[in-house]
């Protein structure tokens, strides 16, 4: 490829802080709040214009992972709080049953309070923003991380900072810092998809199709336990899908959806789009957005065409860009292994707790379904969340040192706030000790992150 050489220039260094969060999304806004909170001045740095990341920007149908199988609860403290502050404004009924049998229960979330209801917690912290501002490179005193650089409104601007908290998902602070990845050859990452919302649901009608055809879906419950909820949780509509592509109505062939129906509102999340992409170039992200605008006017048509109940429905939302659900993953000083889950491990620097199944889509695959569901939780260390090679930065989120399938289990939502609170907390003590982060006293760390509510073991 050809090159072009740019002029040098004088970029002024605006301030510094004792943390810097680059990334405002699932990890991130809780990792900004953990280090404010432990007393770190703290910035906070988000490339589009609004907080809660994935959560927010791809509709989730919910958040999950924070009980084990066995109903063991693995995620509390910071992420816990928020939750409670979602029920609290009639941004979510909590944790509810899931109705699929997938996991034991599930947190829906109305998006458009999620951003709200984050922002808030996280100015309440403390924690100063910048909105529209990506990361573009980073400042480095040999080979340790001293701060980011940005561009947006203002320009081309640095800031100074003791610890970098890399939340981008794409761990693009890590790449532009000259970290190592974790690499498997010949191993196409998992699609990316864009969820989407209809609107205009009778879900009366349509809880009556399930009831009558029981066996076209995946459930945990009685079909009679559906009627009267809320919020509703379906797995299935294979018939359907397949005479939907025999007929052409779609032109991506799949055997199964997931449905999170809001009743109230008449409103249900559909999860089916899927693209072959990697993530982490340009072109192949604008290729996926093309393909999936497309598939998710295809299924809309295909609700309105073969689902009863959902004749007159309409898309209300789609997701503001494309979910990815796995790109880079540093090299971190140790690596959480496809063994370390499936075996419950344990680790001493342990500082968060896993459990959601292994959920590894299939990039050519028509099923939503090739979990490995695990028998417990397993620890997550500190060491997974530190590069091997370069100091002053650590990452939370799904860019962490995982085995691929590892990963396809901890890149839940519920995990990822989990990690930002460890991510926070030990960078704002890193920060006020003046030590690099794996010199912590684990111990130290364990025991902060304990008194703060997190789960640990
Ligand atoms: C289609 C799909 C469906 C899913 N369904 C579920 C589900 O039902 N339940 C569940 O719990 N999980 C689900 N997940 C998984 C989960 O949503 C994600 O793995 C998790 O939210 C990732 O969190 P994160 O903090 O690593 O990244 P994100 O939440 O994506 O946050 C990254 C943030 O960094 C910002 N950013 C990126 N690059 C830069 C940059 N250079 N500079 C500044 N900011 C930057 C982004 O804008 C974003 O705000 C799903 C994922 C996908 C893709």
């Given at each position: 490829?050809?090159?072009?050489?740019?002029?040098a220039?004088q970029?002024?260094?605006v301030?510094?802080?004792?943390?810097?969060?680059?990334?405002?999304g699932t990890?991130?806004v809780?990792?900004?709040?953990?280090?404010?909170?432990?007393?770190?001045?703290?910035?906070?740095?988000?490339r589009?214009?609004?907080?809660?990341?994935?959560i927010?920007?791809?509709?989730?149908?919910?958040?999950?992972?924070?009980?084990?199988a066995?109903g063991?609860?693995?995620?509390?403290?910071?992420?816990q709080?928020?939750?409670?502050?979602?029920?609290?404004?009639?941004a979510?009924?909590?944790h509810?049953r899931?109705?699929?049998?997938y996991?034991?229960?599930?947190?829906?979330?109305?998006?458009?309070?999620f951003?709200?209801?984050v922002?808030?917690?996280?100015a309440?912290?403390?924690v100063?923003l910048?909105?529209?501002?990506p990361?573009?490179?980073?400042?480095k005193?040999d080979d340790?991380?001293?701060?980011?650089?940005?561009?947006n409104?203002?320009?081309?601007?640095?800031?100074?900072?003791?610890?970098?908290i890399?939340c981008?998902?794409?761990?693009?602070?890590a790449?532009?810092?000259g970290?190592?990845?974790?690499?498997?050859?010949?191993?196409?990452?998992q699609?990316v998809?864009?969820?989407f919302?209809?609107?205009?649901?009778?879900h009366?009608?349509?809880l009556?199709?399930?009831?009558?055809n029981e066996?076209?879906f995946?459930?945990?419950?009685?079909t009679?336990?559906?009627?009267?909820?809320?919020?509703?949780?379906?797995w299935g509509?294979?018939?359907q899908?397949?005479?939907?592509?025999?007929?052409?109505?779609?032109?991506?062939?799949?055997?199964?959806?997931?449905?999170s129906?809001?009743?109230?509102?008449?409103?249900?999340?559909?999860?089916?789009?899927r693209f072959?992409?990697?993530a982490t170039r340009s072109?192949?992200l604008?290729?996926?957005?093309?393909?999936?605008?497309?598939?998710?006017?295809?299924?809309t048509?295909?609700f309105r065409r073969?689902?009863?109940g959902?004749q007159?429905c309409f898309?209300?939302?789609?997701?503001?860009c494309?979910g990815?659900r796995?790109?880079?993953?540093?090299k971190g000083?140790?690596?959480?292994?496809?063994?370390?889950?499936?075996?419950g491990?344990?680790?001493?620097?342990?500082v968060?707790?896993g459990?959601?199944?292994?959920?590894s889509?299939?990039?050519?695959?028509?099923?939503?379904?090739?979990a490995?569901?695990?028998a417990?939780?397993?620890?997550?260390?500190?060491?997974?969340?530190?590069?091997?090679?370069?100091?002053g930065l650590?990452?939370?989120?799904?860019c962490?040192?995982?085995?691929?399938?590892?990963?396809?289990?901890a890149r839940?939502?519920?995990?990822c706030m989990?990690?930002?609170?460890?991510?926070?907390t030990?960078?704002?003590?890193?920060?006020r000790l003046?030590k690099?982060l794996?010199?912590?006293?684990?111990?130290?760390?364990q025991?902060?992150?304990a008194?703060?509510?997190?789960i640990?073991?």
């Open positions: 490829m050809k090159t072009i050489t740019e002029a220039r970029t002024p260094l301030e510094t802080y004792d943390v810097i969060v680059a990334g405002g990890a991130g809780i990792a900004a709040i953990a280090s404010a909170r432990n007393g770190a001045r703290t910035l906070l740095v988000e589009s214009g609004f907080l809660g990341g994935h927010a920007s791809q509709l989730l149908e919910h958040s999950a992972g924070w009980f084990d066995a063991r609860r693995i995620v509390a403290g910071l992420p709080e928020l939750v409670d502050r979602l029920v609290s404004a009639g979510s009924p909590g509810v899931d109705d699929t049998g996991t034991l229960s599930r947190v829906p979330v109305n998006h458009e309070m951003k709200s209801i922002t808030g917690m996280v309440q912290a403390g100063d910048l909105f529209f501002s990361v573009v490179g980073v400042l005193d340790k991380v001293s701060g980011l650089i940005v561009e409104k203002s320009g081309r601007t640095a800031y100074g900072a003791d610890v970098v890399d981008t998902g794409d761990a693009d602070v790449e532009r810092a970290c190592a990845f974790l690499s498997e050859a010949d191993a196409p990452t699609p998809s864009l969820l919302k209809l609107g205009g649901i009778d009366q009608a349509l009556k199709h399930v009831a009558a066996q076209d995946k459930l945990g419950v009685a009679a336990a559906l009627v009267g909820e809320d919020h509703v949780n379906l509509f294979g018939p899908l397949a005479r939907a592509f025999d007929d052409g109505t779609v032109s991506l062939k799949r055997n199964e959806l997931h449905y129906g809001w009743v109230r509102s008449g409103e249900a999340v559909i999860n089916v789009t072959a992409a990697d072109e192949a604008a290729e996926a957005e093309i393909a999936l605008r497309r598939q998710v006017l295809e299924f048509e295909f073969y689902i009863p959902a007159n898309l209300s939302a789609s997701a503001s494309v990815v796995e790109s880079r993953r540093i000083r140790n690596i959480l292994t496809d063994n370390d889950v499936r075996t491990r344990r680790f001493e620097d342990a968060l707790r459990g959601f199944p292994i959920d889509h299939d990039p050519k695959g028509a099923s939503l379904d090739s490995e569901h695990l417990s939780g397993y620890d997550i260390p500190l060491s997974v969340l530190v590069p091997a090679d370069v100091d650590i990452v939370a989120g799904r962490i040192s995982a085995e691929r399938k590892a990963l396809a289990s839940i939502s519920g995990t989990a990690m930002g609170q460890a991510a926070g030990a960078a704002a003590m890193a920060s003046g690099p794996p010199t912590l006293d684990i111990g130290d760390l025991r902060v992150l008194e703060q509510g997190a640990l073991r």
